[in-house]
């Protein structure tokens, strides 16, 4: 079992562009989360979709941000355009039914 | 949603057993508690979860008092390897209700010293 994937490790941007974060779930998985973190506001859920239909999206801090699920494997967090306050370490977990969450290394992401 | 509190920091020392314990006050009947560890640079990684009285696996146990408004995560003998983020969480073991097994605070920063 290799895990959460997720790419890249790392992205540099600048701001105003386009950032696509990409997650592979655990196969078999039917919950698949985004989370973002920082040193000030911790770990804090996107959201989260549950057969590839988002179930819960209040957490997306606003219209620049999208997930997207188009099928089991595979899923995307898009900003556009990019601003500084998005530099984070973002994550994508998975899991089973009720299990508890399988992380992902995260892609830190830094907007200048 | 059962709101949690845990300490900010902890400092340890290698071989020492460490307690780390989290109130919940307003834990729902329905819910579970759940504990992360999280490595610098890593995601977080599940540890252990309980409903009531004692849960032991081979990295830690979880002690949950009758009334369930605490639990307490107790890793023997650390090692430096142990340093990491420990997060609490309680909910319902389904995404659809409280979401509270979904919300992580700031966690417990541990730091074991040789």
């Known amino acids: 079992d290799a895990g959460v994937i997720q790419s890249p490790r790392h992205e540099v941007t600048e701001m105003g562009q386009e950032v696509t974060l990409r997650c592979k779930p655990i196969s078999g998985h039917d919950y698949l989360f985004w989370y973002r973190q920082t040193m000030m506001r911790g770990l804090e859920l996107l959201i989260y979709f549950n057969n590839n239909v988002p179930i819960d999206d209040s957490g997306m801090p606003e219209d620049r941000f999208s997930a997207k699920m188009p099928n089991a494997s595979f899923s995307t967090l898009k900003i556009q355009p990019s601003e500084p306050r998005d530099s984070a370490v973002y994550f994508c977990?998975?899991?089973?039914?009720?299990?508890?969450?399988?992380f992902g290394n995260g892609t830190r992401l830094t907007v200048t | 949603l059962a709101k949690t509190t845990q300490p900010i920091s902890m400092d340890s020392y290698e071989g020492q057993e460490v307690n780390i314990t989290c109130s919940h006050n307003n834990i729902a009947t329905n819910d579970y508690i759940t504990w992360y560890q999280q490595f610098p640079s890593q995601g977080p990684r599940f540890i252990i979860q309980g409903y009531k009285t004692k849960v032991t696996n081979e990295v830690a146990s979880l002690f949950i008092p009758a009334d369930r408004k605490s639990s307490t995560l107790s890793l023997p003998r650390v090692s430096l390897s142990d340093t990491a983020v420990y997060y609490c969480l309680v909910g319902d073991r389904g995404y659809g209700g409280s979401q509270g097994n979904l919300i992580f605070g700031k966690g417990t920063k541990l730091s074991v010293k040789p």
């Open positions: 977990a998975s899991s089973f039914s009720m299990s508890p969450l399988h």
